[in-house]
Each structure stands twice: as C-alpha cells, then as structure tokens.
Nanobody, 124 residues
Framework: QVQLVESGGGLVQAGGSLRLSCACA??????????IGWFRQAPGKEREFVSF????????GYGDSVKGRFTISRDNPKNTVYLQMNSLKPEDTAIYYC???????????????WGQGTQVTVSS
C-alpha cells in the first residue's frame, strides 16, 4: 500500500510560480521502487498527464502543454516528489494529483495509487 498526500496548491496570477509536493508513505514490507506521476483534471475535462519521474530520478517525462515550464524532482530520503511550476497560465488551472506505480507511464489508468489532489488556480 502507498499513501500519497499532495500539498502546495493555491491561487496565483498568470506568469507566477508554485511548487507542489507529493509526500509518499508505504505500509507493510515493500522494496518496490515506485514511479511517481503528476496528473491534473480541470472541470469537465479528462484527467491529463503532466509529468512522471522514476525512482532513481534518471528518467522523467512531461506532457506537451507543460514542457519547458514545469520541472519534476524527487528527494527519496524525504519520500517526497516535487513539481515546480513556472510561467503559469490560466489554462493550468486544475486539481493536481500525484500517483504511484512500479512502472512509468503517461496513462492515468496505469497508476495504482492516488492522492486526494490539490487545487491550483491561475488568474489572468
């Protein structure tokens, strides 16, 4: 079992920055090294891939709409993954979720564990 808790969302003006955090905790004995993905969902839209990072941090991926503006990183001793979001746009407004799975994927259907989400609102 993996528990994920997102934080860092809020209201920001267009062009501003936010850093989201995803705190990860595992229960039971596990040596699984989880990939952490970030997804977002705006009202009336499907859940969209934002970014993922492998356990080692050597492999990352980004959705086309955030490339060059968002950066994912992880601090394994702290069991935390970060999503630095710069040059935010109103269309980035959504609930942001982190998710965990042993395999890297850009599809939300592939991820086993999910956090509750954190709201990001970008005003114009």
């Amino acid at each position: 079992q993996v528990q994920l808790v997102e934080s860092g969302g809020g209201l920001v003006q267009a062009g501003g920055s936010l850093r989201l955090s995803c705190a990860c905790a595992t229960s039971g004995r596990t040596s699984t090294r989880y990939v952490i993905g970030w997804f977002r969902q705006a009202p009336g839209k499907e859940r969209e891939f934002v970014s993922f990072i492998t356990w080692s941090g050597r492999s990352v991926g980004y959705g086309d709409s955030v490339k060059g503006r968002f950066t994912i990183s992880r601090d394994n001793p702290k069991n935390t993954v970060y999503l630095q979001m710069n040059s935010l746009k109103p269309e980035d407004t959504a609930i942001y979720y982190c998710a965990a799975d042993p395999r890297d994927s850009t599809s939300p259907a592939e991820y086993q564990y999910w956090g509750q989400g954190t709201q990001v609102t970008v005003s114009s």
